[in-house]
């Protein structure tokens, strides 16, 4: 081989290592991370705190979540610890599935004739958490482990189109139940009225023990009324529920289909 073509070998080979690098690293520049950005604090009362953060509209915030999130990822690793592999897979697969028969059994539960109408595909659409998803509901976990200190947290996720950004406000405390938005609702009135709109509400949903941990990715009652009220008053999308494997996505044109009232 003449030392031309050695040369010339070589000069691909490092401009082909450079380019898989750097595109490596624009992808890790590009992703994100709540702790990363520092938030502004509406207000602060006890362990209750209302925020948000703003930054840029970029694709990667939307994809399936890849990165590595170290207190979700902590809590997968001890749920499949405590539960055992099988036990854990099929607590998982079993709020994933959206194939389900509907069951045309009577019920007067409201919680479990939502339930039902998720889990056979009649509404919403179940899929794996995205970016956006798994960094909210790591940064809770990060202030209360989901084991040991279970709690739910509201996520209000606003878009601004001609700016490009996303705006998500936050509302959690230590209790199980998070804190009313009051705050946060009145702030968002604001935005309405300055170009942004109100693509999503999310928040998180844990079992106990006796049912494997796992949350239901279906609406409650109470759930189902304030999506009612966010459609009304403040022309919310989307609602998301998420469990920290799987999220599902409700249209605000399918809310009206879940029980809110109890006859």
Not at 210 to 236: C, R
Request: glycine letters at 4%; aromatic letters at 12%; charged letters at 20%.
């Amino acid at each position: 081989m003449t030392t031309k073509r050695i040369y010339c070998i070589s000069t691909f080979v490092f401009a082909l290592s450079f380019l898989l690098t750097n595109c490596q690293s624009n992808k890790k520049d590009e992703s994100l991370s709540l702790k990363g950005i520092t938030p502004v604090v509406i207000a602060k009362k006890g362990n209750e705190v209302f925020q948000y953060w703003e930054f840029a509209n970029k694709p990667l915030t939307w994809m399936v979540n890849t990165a590595q999130v170290a207190e979700l990822d902590s809590y997968k690793d001890s749920l499949e610890t405590i539960l055992g592999k099988n036990s854990f897979q099929s607590a998982v697969q079993k709020e994933a599935a959206n194939n389900n028969p509907i069951d045309t059994m009577h019920s007067e539960n409201g919680d479990l004739i939502n339930a039902r109408l998720v889990h056979s595909g009649s509404v919403g659409i179940i899929r794996p958490m995205n970016s956006l998803e798994a960094q909210l509901l790591n940064y809770q976990l990060a202030r209360y482990p989901l084991l040991s200190h279970p709690t739910e947290f509201h996520g209000f996720i606003l878009l601004h189109d001609s700016l490009n950004l996303i705006r998500v406000y936050f509302a959690a405390s230590d209790q199980p139940w998070p804190p009313k938005p009051t705050v946060i609702l009145e702030s968002i009135k604001n935005d309405l009225k300055l170009g942004w709109n109100l693509k999503y509400h999310m928040h998180n949903h844990y079992e106990p023990k006796t049912n494997s941990y796992v949350g239901i990715l279906a609406p409650s009652m109470a759930d189902a009324q304030f999506f009612a009220f966010l459609s009304e008053d403040f022309s919310l999308g989307n609602a998301l529920i998420t469990n920290g494997f799987y999220t599902v996505e409700i249209n605000r044109n399918e809310f009206s289909k879940f029980k809110a009232h109890h006859n």
